[in-house]
């Protein structure tokens, strides 16, 4: 068995889901495990959703949902000629249990919340996807990804319960006759049967997850680029694919945010030697990447990360007291408690210096949670380039007309926050 996962670019159209259709169409004598994403930007449009709920804006809810709705219906009205098929009342009974929302006792779990409600675009995504190739093929089979990726109840970002996975992936494979299988990434479900995703790009990590509980041949992940760049092309110019690299090298790129490949991804198939491809959905007959188990390229060509919208906060005691482990254990927990993760850190004697991925609502709570025992400083909207392999010549690079307010450096790797200083 191969697994496929599809991302949101890859379906945000008809005509983009019609090319999905003729990739499979090229692996018809495979068994085919495909995971799908939401289309196009359906998971920033249902997060708006939630905050709309959550804010009581119910105007706005209703007007987010309706255009949610007209999206995909707009899809389906260019796949399907008959609209009396059955996946028009399946779509709109979702939507109906969405609007729905609004009249139901607002739960005080923010993140559960999201979970229940953000998830439904990948539940609308595979449903009309299924529907379509089944229209073609009589080889496809829907499945909902929560009767079998078991996971805590972490909500936003919750802990896989592997040995209970590979027990129900196992089960659901040993009834199932079809060759395609299509599925929903990003989601699973806790042991009471609430629903729950596994943190902001969790399709990839979904793939992996079935790709080691199901002993794969390999995973291909189809991105709207030719395989794995040396850098993002919305940031940087004269980027260069990378043809192989070894699973250490991916994880060590993930980890520092590189964005076509989720963190989580990688350990599951390294754990079994699966080889994972980055290929093309524009030009499925391309080479793409591949990631396994050794290669000699990693340190021929620097590699760039580039994250946006980054703080830095700068901690410290109100009693003037040194930053030990017992501060930082502190400091630690509360990051933790208000959804912040951590890309680079530093202390000195007196305080305790992080830069880091964190909403509004969570930055306001972080500094409230820290406010009683320490003076809290911070810098938004900086700038985080991680440099894999680097030299002089591309921290030069990377920097001019920054203003470098944080740096990092070991062998391999050199950090760096800054602030741009054309945008002031």
Not at 231 to 257: H, Q
Not at 376 to 400: A, G, P, W
């Given at each position: 068995?191969?697994?496929?996962?599809?991302?949101?670019?890859?379906?945000?159209?008809?005509?983009?889901?019609?090319?999905?259709?003729?990739?499979?169409?090229?692996?018809?004598?495979?068994?085919?495990?495909?995971?799908?994403?939401?289309?196009?930007?359906?998971?920033?449009?249902?997060?708006?959703?939630?905050?709309?709920?959550?804010?009581?804006?119910?105007?706005?809810?209703?007007?987010?949902?309706?255009?949610?709705?007209?999206?995909?219906?707009?899809?389906?009205?260019?796949?399907?000629?008959?609209?009396?098929?059955?996946?028009?009342?399946?779509?709109?009974?979702?939507?109906?249990?969405?609007?729905?929302?609004?009249?139901?006792?607002?739960?005080?779990?923010?993140?559960?919340?999201?979970?229940?409600?953000?998830?439904?675009?990948?539940?609308?995504?595979?449903?009309?996807?299924?529907?379509?190739?089944?229209?073609?093929?009589?080889?496809?089979?829907?499945?909902?990804?929560r009767s079998f990726i078991r996971t805590d109840n972490h909500y936003r970002n919750a802990?896989?319960?592997?040995?209970?996975?590979?027990?129900?992936?196992?089960?659901?494979?040993?009834?199932?006759?079809?060759?395609?299988?299509?599925?929903?990434?990003?989601?699973?479900?806790?042991?009471?049967?609430?629903?729950?995703?596994?943190?902001?790009?969790?399709s990839d990590f979904t793939a992996g997850i079935i790709a080691y509980c199901t002993n794969?041949?390999?995973?291909?992940?189809?991105?709207?680029?030719?395989?794995?760049?040396?850098?993002?092309?919305?940031?940087?110019?004269?980027?260069?694919?990378?043809?192989?690299?070894?699973?250490?090298?991916?994880?060590?790129?993930?980890?520092?945010?590189?964005?076509?490949?989720?963190?989580?991804?990688?350990?599951?198939?390294?754990?079994?030697?699966?080889?994972?491809?980055?290929?093309?959905?524009?030009?499925?007959?391309?080479?793409?990447?591949?990631?396994?188990?050794?290669?000699?390229?990693?340190?021929?060509?620097?590699?760039?990360?580039?994250?946006?919208?980054?703080?830095?906060?700068?901690?410290?005691?109100?009693?003037?007291?040194?930053?030990?482990?017992?501060?930082?254990?502190?400091?630690?927990?509360?990051?933790?408690?208000?959804?912040?993760?951590?890309?680079?850190?530093?202390?000195?004697?007196?305080?305790?210096?992080?830069?880091?991925?964190?909403?509004?609502?969570?930055?306001?709570?972080?500094?409230?949670?820290?406010?009683?025992?320490?003076?809290?400083?911070?810098?938004?909207?900086?700038?985080?380039?991680?440099?894999?392999?680097?030299?002089?010549?591309?921290?030069?690079?990377?920097?001019?007309?920054?203003?470098?307010?944080?740096?990092?450096?070991?062998?391999?790797?050199?950090?760096?926050?800054?602030?741009?200083?054309?945008?002031?």
């Amino acid at each position: 068995m191969k697994v496929f996962k599809f991302g949101g670019a890859s379906v945000k159209t008809a005509k983009a889901v019609r090319n999905v259709k003729s990739i499979l169409d090229e692996y018809c004598d495979e068994d085919l495990f495909v995971v799908v994403s939401a289309m196009g930007k359906t998971t920033n449009a249902m997060e708006n959703i939630v905050s709309a709920l959550y804010d009581r804006d119910y105007k706005q809810f209703c007007l987010l949902v309706e255009d949610r709705k007209a999206f995909h219906l707009d899809i389906m009205h260019e796949l399907f000629e008959d609209f009396s098929h059955p996946i028009f009342d399946e779509v709109a009974s979702i939507f109906q249990t969405l609007i729905d929302q609004k009249e139901e006792r607002l739960v005080e779990n923010y993140d559960f919340q999201y979970d229940q409600i953000v998830s439904l675009g990948e539940l609308l995504s595979t449903k009309i996807i299924a529907a379509y190739l089944s229209l073609h093929r009589n080889d496809i089979c829907w499945k909902d990804a929560r009767s079998f990726i078991r996971t805590d109840n972490h909500y936003r970002n919750a802990e896989i319960d592997w040995a209970k996975t590979h027990t129900l992936i196992d089960s659901e494979l040993n009834s199932n006759r079809s060759k395609v299988l299509i599925t929903q990434g990003f989601i699973g479900h806790t042991e009471e049967g609430f629903t729950t995703t596994l943190g902001r790009e969790g399709s990839d990590f979904t793939a992996g997850i079935i790709a080691y509980c199901t002993n794969a041949e390999s995973v291909t992940i189809w991105k709207d680029v030719p395989g794995m760049l040396n850098a993002d092309p919305k940031w940087f110019e004269n980027t260069v694919k990378l043809d192989k690299i070894s699973f250490r090298e991916a994880i060590e790129l993930a980890y520092y945010g590189a964005s076509v490949i989720h963190p989580k991804t990688i350990k599951p198939l390294q754990n079994k030697n699966i080889p994972l491809f980055i290929k093309s959905f524009l030009s499925p007959q391309s080479e793409g990447t591949i990631i396994q188990h050794s290669t000699e390229n990693d340190e021929l060509v620097p590699s760039f990360i580039f994250k946006i919208n980054q703080v830095l906060l700068s901690i410290t005691p109100k009693d003037f007291s040194f930053v030990v482990e017992e501060n930082l254990s502190q400091i630690f927990k509360k990051l933790s408690l208000a959804g912040g993760h951590i890309n680079v850190m530093q202390n000195s004697a007196v305080s305790f210096s992080v830069c880091l991925d964190i909403d509004n609502f969570g930055l306001n709570k972080l500094i409230d949670l820290l406010s009683d025992e320490y003076d809290v400083k911070y810098n938004d909207n900086l700038e985080l380039v991680t440099i894999r392999h680097y030299d002089q010549k591309t921290i030069e690079r990377v920097t001019r007309n920054r203003e470098i307010l944080m740096e990092q450096k070991t062998r391999q790797t050199v950090r760096i926050v800054m602030r741009n200083l054309e945008k002031d």
